[in-house]
């Protein structure tokens, strides 16, 4: 009887510390899961924020773009203006050579044709000095135009060099992972970082793994010795819809949760400051290839990191003139 009794403790015992266990385990998930939700809330709050930033400068570098070719049209039209005057001044010269030639040969003739000659003459000097001074001053706007145009291509040159410079840098940190998961590529004056899904997350998870926090403190590096670089991540899906739990359900948490990872992980350098890091999530909109195959889908998870060689020289330039 007393062995039955100590069995029965013991089994009460037992179950009342595995309910402690469990209800501890609970707690902590709970915790866990609340701190992912404020966190996805303030950092969807902080891509509307980044959205809005992105928008505004796109529009901004849309109208310097139109600055600059209007900048180029109005240089190609002074100088058609100019050859156009230069052209009108030999023909009044000339007719101003012919008019004094003519005048000396009817010096004896009528008075009349004479008189006529000499306003002829008088009306063709006062053209002469007006196409003259028009002359002047649209040489004196080309040069300014010309010097203007000189200053924009040295800047672009050297922003095109800086670009060559810096991919070269990156592709010399990341060699060991260039061609696995990684490629680096120039377009549109930008350098491309594309990172497969593989090289950085488990499917569904946005915890980057140690693979991807290895590459990614080997970009911090480039970066931490290149301030005047800022750095765009964005994050990409396929088209498969994701099937989450508290605040991230659907692709499109699920890639800003992704960059924002990324962008934590690169500020863990000091020499990063993370001002220079914007974060956006691109969802399944922004395809590299078709979503129909299992091989195109693969291709479009991924996270593109996008260097990009401060401008503030060039929109300074465009803008003061």
């Known amino acids: 009887m007393k062995s039955l009794l100590k069995i029965f403790v013991c089994a009460i015992m037992a179950i009342m510390v595995s309910s402690c266990v469990s209800q501890k385990k609970y707690t902590e998930t709970e915790q866990k899961r609340r701190q992912c939700e404020e966190e996805l809330i303030a950092q969807k709050s902080q891509n509307n924020d980044l959205i809005a930033d992105n928008t505004e400068l796109k529009v901004r570098l849309e109208r310097l773009n139109k600055n600059f070719q209007r900048l180029i049209n109005d240089t190609i039209r002074i100088g ?10 030999e023909r009044l010269k000339f007719s101003y050579n012919e008019l004094l030639d003519i005048a000396g040969k009817t010096e004896a003739g009528n008075k009349a044709e004479i008189q006529r000659i ?94 991807g926090i290895s590459a990614l403190q080997k970009l911090a590096e480039v970066l931490a010795s290149n301030p005047d670089i800022n750095v765009l991540i964005e994050g990409h899906t396929d088209n498969v819809p994701y099937r989450g739990s508290g605040q991230v359900k659907d692709n499109w948490d699920l890639s800003v949760m992704r960059a924002t990872a990324i962008v934590k992980v690169i500020t863990r350098n000091p020499g990063v400051h993370p001002s220079r890091l914007t974060a956006a999530g691109r969802s399944e909109y922004a395809p590299l290839a078709t979503n129909s195959t299992s091989e195109g889908r693969a291709k479009n998870r991924r996270t593109e990191i996008i260097l990009t060689p401060k401008l503030d020289e060039l929109f300074q330039i465009i803008e003061t003139h």
């Open 80 to 89: 058609q203006n100019l050859r156009d005057f230069q052209a009108d001044y």
């Open 118 to 211: 000499m306003a002829e003459l008088q009306s063709s000097q006062e053209k002469l000095i007006h196409k003259q001074d028009s002359l002047q001053a649209l040489e004196a706007e080309l040069a300014v135009k010309q010097k203007h145009l000189n200053e924009l291509q040295k800047i672009l040159n050297q922003k095109d060099s800086i670009v060559n410079a810096l991919r070269q840098k990156v592709s010399q940190a990341l060699l060991g992972f260039e061609g696995k998961g990684l490629s680096i590529e120039i377009r549109n004056g930008k350098v491309y970082v594309s990172l497969e899904e593989s090289l950085l997350f488990r499917s569904g998870s946005w915890e980057v793994n140690d693979r």
